[in-house]
């Protein structure tokens, strides 16, 4: 339809389209022009944005402005012939070349995937080495296996922890004494529950300071309800001013 549009205004007047060197947008209406036997000409983008402040005095661009610009520059000559590329039949070297020019894309594909992975690794090993002190890699193994990131660089180790995030809410008796406990330090709430590689957030109403809660990243889930009923935990419950019959806990769960 559009070559027959084309041929009945080339019949009418002298017809030229020019259009500008960007993209490939364009190839369709230039194939159309071709063969409806329109001369095609090129202008080049530099050129169109180069103009675009001595055209009208404004440094700003829009598709009627940069048609504008475009018809200019082609009626004052500066612009190319833009014929069509002439393509030979295909043959079996060409489909050769198409089969392992698809195959090496599909492989540079994979090198990207696997190389932001590689990246991953060293990020969480390194995480682990500035955490536990580590400045060289002479770090014993079985230490490193029993952290929370062994999972991610060995081999006899899930590949993949899934971390559960559970919500504790209570009420305490003095907020201020449970907000000092959980001042980050040595001895702080925060390290007892990091040697069992959970991540604590705390919160408390900022209208009822002893109403307080915290957001938990577990990795273990068993392991962390054994470490809450354990006398370890009872007795920091204790010191913190914690009203155990209060507390309550919602893990995350998708429906």
């Known amino acids: 339809m559009l070559r027959g549009k084309l041929k009945e205004l080339r ?29 095609t000409r090129r202008v080049s983008a530099k050129a169109v944005k180069d103009q675009a402040e001595t055209f009208d005095g404004v440094p700003s661009q829009h598709d009627g402005k940069d048609a504008a610009i475009i018809a200019d520059l082609c009626g004052r000559g ?37 190389g932001g992975k590689a990246e991953a690794l060293l990020a969480v090993g390194a995480t682990w080495a500035v955490e536990h002190g580590a400045s060289t890699c002479s770090q014993p193994l079985d230490e490193f296996r029993c952290s929370p990131y062994a999972h991610v660089l060995t081999d006899d180790e899930p590949r993949r922890t899934v971390m559960t995030t559970a919500i504790i809410f209570h009420e305490v008796k003095s907020g201020d004494q449970w907000a000092e406990s959980w001042r980050k330090g040595p001895g702080s709430r925060h ?18 300071p002893e109403s307080t ?34 507390m309550r806990m919602l893990v995350e769960f998708t429906p």
Do not use: H
């Open 191 to 208: 390290d007892m529950f990091g040697k069992i590689g959970v991540k604590a957030r705390t919160f408390r109403d900022p209208k009822n």
């Open 78 to 114: 500066k612009s190319a012939a833009w014929e069509l590329p002439k393509i030979d039949a295909p043959t079996g070297n060409d489909a050769a070349i198409r089969y392992w020019v698809r195959r090496l894309d599909g492989s540079q594909r994979i090198k990207q995937i696997l």
């Open 213 to 246: 809660g915290v957001i938990l990243e577990i990795p273990d889930m068993a392991k962390c309800q054994a470490f809450l009923e354990s006398d370890a935990a009872k007795k920091a419950m204790a010191e913190d001013g914690l009203k155990v019959e209060t």
């Open 11 to 39: 019949e009418r007047c002298p017809v030229t389209v020019a259009l500008e060197s960007s993209g490939t947008y364009g190839d369709a209406l230039r194939q159309a022009a071709c063969d409806a036997g329109i001369p």
